[in-house]
C-alpha cells in the first residue's frame, strides 16, 4: 500500500486530490473499485427522505453550477443527517476542491469517525491538518497510518517527512518526527527523516548525528551520504570533501555523491581535482545521459563551456529524456561564449514543457539586439499564454526589449495596456512605476508603488523605489528616509537598497552617512548608477580626484548609462572625463 497523503500538499491555490464530477456529471476517479467500495455493515439505515433528497439535489446542482460554498454546505448537513460515510467522503472532496479547509476539517473528520478504518480517511484528515498546522491533532492519525504501513514504513516515513517539512513552524515539526519516530528507531530512514527536520529547525549538531546513524545502519545509501556531506559543508568544506573522498574510496559507483564532492571542489577553487572528477564520471559512466548532463553543469560552474557544450550534446545523442531542457542549457552557453545565431537556433528548439516560453522570450530578446524589433514583439506577441503570470511574463519581456531602445512612452502604453487587462499584477505595476518615472509622470509612479506596497507589504523593491524617487526629487525626504529603511529591513544585503539609503542621507544634506553607506554599496557591486551617486558626493565633499577615478571606472563598464552620463554632465560638462 502506498503512503498517498502527499496529494493533500496541494490543497488551497493548486490542485486538490478530491474527485469532482465533470460536466456530465460523471465522477472521474482513478482509484480501484476496491478502494472505493465501502463495507455495507458500516452503512447507516437512512431512509430516502424528502428532505434529503432535496439537499441532495441541491448540492449536486450547486456543484454543477461552480457554486461551491452552496454545495459544501448542503453536504455537510447531507453528512450530519445521513451519518453516510459515502456523504462525508464526498462533502471532504468538495471542500478541498472549494479551498475551504475548515469545512474540510470539519467533513473530513466526520469521514474518520464513520469510517475509521479507511485508510485515504486518515490520509486526507492527516494531511489537512498539516497543512492547517495542527500538528498535535495530525499526531495520532499519523501513527494509525505508519503502525498501517508494516514493512513499508520506512518509505512511509520519507514520504511522510516531505509532507512535514512545508509546515512552517520546523520546531514544532522536528518534535512530531521524533515522537513519530519512536517505535521505528532501527529503520535507517527515520534517522535521515529526524536529521532532515533538524537541518530545517536549525539544529546542525542533531541534524548531522542523525545523519550519520542512518549511515551506520545502511552505510552505502547514497542519498544519506550526499547530504552528510552537505552538513558538514556548512561549517567547512575541507570537511565534506574529506567525507566524500572516502566515502567514494568505498563506493566507487556512486555517482550523485561523486557529483556532490565536484561541486564542493569547485566552490573551493580546487579545479584540477575537480576536472580528475568530472573524468572519472565520465570514464565510468560514458553512455550514461543523465551523467553526462550532470557533468556538463558542473563544467559551466567551472566556466568550461568546451567540456559544457560537449557533454550536453552527447546527453541529447544519448537520449536525454527531457530534450528541451538541454536545448535551452544549450542556448545559455552559445549566448555566453557570444554565439547569438546559434543560440537562438537552440532555444527555438526548445518546443514544451517549463522552459519553453523562457527560451522564446530568450529568442526573441537576441532578434531584437540583432535589429529586427519589431519582428521581436511580435514573436513575443505571438505566443500562448497558459495563466496570467505567464502572459503578465510576456508584456515584461516586450517591455524590457523596448525599454533598451528608450522608447519610454511605449513602455508606459504597453504596461498600461496590460494593466487593464491583469489590474493590480504586482510585477506590472512595479514597472510602470519605472517608465511613469522615465517620463516624469510621478503620480502614477506614487500611486502604483503605494498600490503595489498594499498589495505586497514585503516587497523591498516598491519600498525602495518609492524612496528613492520621493528622494531624487526633493520631496518628503523623511518619508523617503522611513521608506528605504523598511526596504533596508527587507533586504539589508541589498547594494541598490543601500545606495538609495546613502542617497537620501546626501539629498538630506548628510555627506558623512551618505558616502558610508555609497561605499558600502560600491563595494558590494561597482554599478555605474552607484558610481554616479557616490562619485556625486566625493565631488561635493572636494574629492574631485577620487569622484573623477571612479565615474572613470564606471564609463569603462557602461559608457551609454544615463544616470552616469546625467551626472558627468552636470559636473564635468561633457561626456568623457579627462
Not at 441 to 455: A, G, H, N, S, Y
Not at 516 to 524: I, M, V, W
Request: with cysteine.
Amino acid at each position: 500500500m502506498k503512503f498517498r497523503i502527499l496529494c493533500v500538499l496541494l490543497l488551497f491555490g493548486l490542485t486538490a486530490c478530491a474527485q469532482i464530477p465533470n460536466k456530465e456529471g460523471v465522477e472521474e476517479t482513478g482509484e480501484s473499485t476496491e478502494q472505493e467500495e465501502i463495507s455495507q455493515l458500516n452503512l447507516p439505515k437512512q431512509e430516502l427522505t424528502a428532505p434529503i433528497l432535496f439537499d441532495f439535489l441541491v448540492g449536486e446542482t450547486a456543484l454543477q453550477r461552480g457554486n461551491l460554498d452552496i454545495a459544501v454546505n448542503r453536504y455537510i448537513k447531507l453528512a450530519k443527517t445521513t451519518r453516510d460515510p459515502r456523504i462525508a467522503k464526498r462533502a471532504s472532496e468538495i471542500a478541498l476542491h472549494a479551498g475551504n479547509p475548515y469545512a474540510a476539517e470539519q467533513a473530513t473528520t466526520m469521514w474518520v469517525e464513520l469510517e475509521p478504518d479507511s485508510v485515504d480517511a486518515r490520509q486526507t484528515i492527516a494531511a489537512l491538518l498539516v497543512n492547517l498546522g495542527k500538528l498535535d491533532a495530525a499526531r495520532p492519525h499519523l501513527e494509525k497510518l505508519l503502525a498501517s504501513e508494516k514493512d513499508g514504513v520506512g518509505n512511509a516515513f520519507m514520504q511522510l517527512n516531505q509532507l512535514l517539512s512545508r509546515n512552517p513552524n520546523k520546531a514544532a515539526t522536528l518534535q512530531l518526527i521524533q515522537q513519530l519516530a519512536q517505535p521505528y528507531k532501527d529503520l535507517p530512514e527515520i534517522h535521515f527523516s529526524i536529521s532532515q527536520a533538524a537541518w530545517f529547525a536549525n539544529q546542525h549538531q542533531l541534524a548531522l548525528e542523525e545523519m550519520q546513524r542512518a549511515l551506520a545502519l545502511r552505510p552505502g545509501w547514497e542519498i544519506a551520504a550526499v547530504h552528510n556531506g552537505r552538513i558538514l559543508q556548512r561549517t567547512s568544506n575541507s570537511d565534506a570533501s574529506a567525507f566524500y573522498h572516502d566515502y567514494l574510496k568505498k563506493y566507487p559507483a556512486a555517482n550523485e555523491v561523486r557529483i556532490a564532492y565536484t561541486r564542493v571542489l569547485i566552490n573551493d577553487d580546487r579545479t584540477d581535482l575537480a576536472r580528475e572528477q568530472l573524468q572519472l564520471l565520465l570514464d565510468k559512466n560514458p553512455e550514461d545521459p543523465e551523467v553526462m548532463l550532470a557533468i556538463g553543469l558542473l563544467a559551466t560552474e567551472m566556466g568550461d563551456f568546451d567540456i559544457t557544450e560537449t557533454s550536453f550534446k552527447k546527453a541529447l545523442s544519448l537520449g536525454y529524456k527531457d530534450p528541451n531542457a538541454i536545448h535551452f542549457h544549450l542556448g545559455q552557453i552559445y549566448e555566453e561564449t557570444k554565439r547569438p545565431d546559434i543560440a537562438m537556433e537552440s532555444y527555438q528548439m526548445v518546443k514544451s514543457g517549463p522552459r519553453y516560453l523562457p527560451a522564446q522570450i530568450r529568442y526573441a530578446d537576441l532578434l531584437a539586439s540583432k535589429g529586427y524589433l519589431n519582428e521581436a514583439r511580435e514573436h513575443l506577441q505571438k505566443l500562448p499564454a497558459a495563466n496570467d503570470q505567464q502572459a503578465a511574463h510576456l508584456i515584461l519581456a516586450e517591455a524590457q526589449i523596448l525599454r533598451r531602445t528608450r522608447a519610454h512612452q511605449e513602455v508606459f502604453n504597453l504596461l498600461n495596456d496590460g494593466l487593464k487587462k491583469l489590474p493590480d499584477y504586482p510585477e506590472l505595476l512595479y514597472d510602470r512605476a519605472l517608465a511613469a518615472d522615465k517620463l516624469g509622470k510621478f503620480t502614477v509612479l506614487e500611486q502604483d508603488l503605494r498600490k503595489l506596497i498594499q498589495l505586497k507589504p514585503d516587497n523591498a523593491h516598491a519600498y525602495n523605489a518609492l524612496g528613492y524617487s520621493l528622494a531624487e526629487r526633493g520631496n518628503q525626504l523623511p518619508e523617503a528616509l522611513k521608506l528605504i529603511r523598511k526596504a533596508v529591513e527587507l533586504s539589508p544585503e541589498d547594494p541598490y537598497i543601500m545606495d538609495s539609503l546613502g542617497w537620501v542621507y546626501y539629498r538630506m544634506g548628510n555627506f558623512t552617512e551618505g558616502l558610508n553607506y555609497l561605499n558600502l554599496a560600491f563595494a558590494a557591486r561597482p554599478d555605474p548608477e552607484i558610481a554616479a551617486h557616490l562619485g556625486e558626493v566625493l565631488w561635493m565633499q572636494g574629492a574631485k580626484e577620487d569622484a573623477k577615478n571612479i565615474w572613470r571606472f564606471a564609463l569603462e563598464k557602461d559608457p551609454d548609462n544615463e544616470v552616469l552620463i546625467e551626472t558627468l554632465q552636470r559636473f564635468i560638462k561633457k561626456k568623457v572625463v579627462d
